[in-house]
């Protein structure tokens, strides 16, 4: 079987968020781990891609310049357009080398051995095209905050257990991408997150993939762990920063996900509040 190549899409807007340059190098670390950890068994992976695209911000830059990537292959892109977390992922898959992606957040860890169960499972099931991981989520203590993606094992909701379906979906929206190992062309395919939508971006993501019949399959094995609510992070600003969204604005993104799932592009979809 031929060894595992893949891309790791990270993307960074600023480096001015709390303790921004341990988080970034535990993320590193975490990605050089799964190198040592296939070393270590059955020595699974040829290339390791690191996709950064920043900002081009300086104290990003100079940190991104004296940092150890040891092992992996890198591939740095200063994104000259707008920086939002959609658009930065867009352009990391478009311009990754190796036919696999993964998505990681520069607060996030990947679990050491997860690339090397996902090689199991790639070769196990060659007609899936993304396979996701039970995701440990922290809060903003590292303290345990609970599991995402564990749903598709839950028998009163899902007939195909373990694989996420439209149906699945359609009930139930707490799943995470990041951390997902999945084809490159199901992106070229379907399109990648769509920049309009705020909150539900990768709700509305799986929602369209699936619909397209795209086979996910989630992994019964903790391979991410996930910083939930850290300050300052998208979610955290959703809800607590300046402009929080009312919960009327909540149900308005995951509704509009069901409906425009349906679409390829990103139709520019805008939450208006009518006064009455």
């Known amino acids: 079987m031929e060894k595992l190549n893949i891309s790791v899409v990270l993307p960074v807007e600023s480096s001015k968020h709390k303790n921004f340059t341990d988080l970034f190098k535990s993320c590193i670390v975490s990605v050089q781990q799964q190198i040592k950890e296939s070393v270590r068994g059955e020595n699974v992976i040829d290339d390791i891609e690191l996709v950064i695209i920043h900002s081009g911000e300086e104290s990003l830059v100079e940190l991104i310049n004296n940092s150890d990537f040891s092992g992996l292959t890198t591939n740095i892109i200063h994104n000259e357009g707008d920086t939002d977390f959609s658009t930065q992922v867009n352009l990391g898959i478009e311009k990754s080398s190796h036919d696999w992606v993964t998505i990681l957040e520069f607060d996030d860890e990947v679990s050491s051995i997860w690339f090397r169960n996902v090689y199991k499972y790639i070769n196990a099931y060659p007609h899936i095209k993304g396979f996701l991981p039970i995701v440990v989520d922290t809060d903003e203590n590292d303290t345990f905050a609970g599991f995402t993606n ?119 979809i805008k939450y208006e509040v009518i006064d009455i």
């Not at 991408?177 to 769509?194: A, P």
């Not at 604005?249 to 349906?262: L, N, P, Q, T, Y």
């Open 150 to 268: 564990e749903a598709t094992f839950a028998a009163n909701m899902n007939s195909e257990i373990g694989i996420l379906t439209n149906e699945v979906l359609l009930n139930y929206q707490n799943f995470q991408t990041s951390g997902m190992v999945f084809k490159k062309s199901i992106f070229d395919d379907f399109g990648g997150f769509k920049k309009s939508f705020k909150l539900t971006f990768v709700y509305e993501l799986l929602l369209r993939l699936t619909y397209n019949s795209v086979e996910i399959m989630t992994i019964p094995r903790i391979g991410y762990k996930h910083s939930n609510m850290r300050e300052g992070s998208i979610f955290w600003n959703y809800k607590n920063g300046e402009y929080p969204l009312t919960q009327e604005e909540v149900s308005f993104w995951i509704e509009s996900a069901k409906k425009e799932h349906f679409f390829k592009d990103d139709r520019d």
